[in-house]
Nanobody, 120 residues
Framework: QVQLVESGGGLVQPGGSLRLSCVAS????????MRWHRQAPGKEREGVAC????????YYADSVKGRFTISRDNAKNTVYLQMNSLKPEDTGRYYC?????????????WGQGTQVAVSS
């Protein structure tokens, strides 16, 4: 059974940092590109960061470029999202997903998400 379990969310003040983790079980993480999505209240879900398998190339949405860093540790079957200089507009539920490549529009597997709130 495939599972993606996110953790690390919480409440943080603007300008603060959080590190999200996504632990995979039941699938070899190194065969998949991994993407972090977020869904803000009342908005559509958007992909914010992706890391390919093999070459580990990374891609970011313009809204998070320079502030967020995605990384993977295949030995631990874990993907991370380091979020710095957080803004209130970063508030939302963050999901990790496994996909074929970062170019793909289709996600093979999803986690349940972890909540991030940025507020003073």
């Amino acid at each position: 059974q495939v599972q993606l379990v996110e953790s690390g969310g919480g409440l943080v003040q603007p300008g603060g940092s959080l590190r999200l983790s996504c632990v995979a079980s039941g699938l070899p993480l190194d065969y998949f590109a991994m993407r972090w999505h977020r869904q803000a209240p009342g908005k559509e879900r958007e992909g914010v960061a992706c890391v390919n398998s093999g070459d580990d190339n990374t891609y970011y949405a313009d809204s998070v470029k320079g502030r967020f860093t995605i990384s993977r540790d295949n030995a631990k079957n874990t993907v991370y999202l380091q979020m710095n200089s957080l803004k209130p507009e970063d508030t939302g539920r963050y999901y990790c997903a496994a996909t074929g490549t970062c170019d793909s529009d289709y996600e093979n597997f999803w986690g349940q998400g972890t909540q991030v709130a940025v507020s003073s």
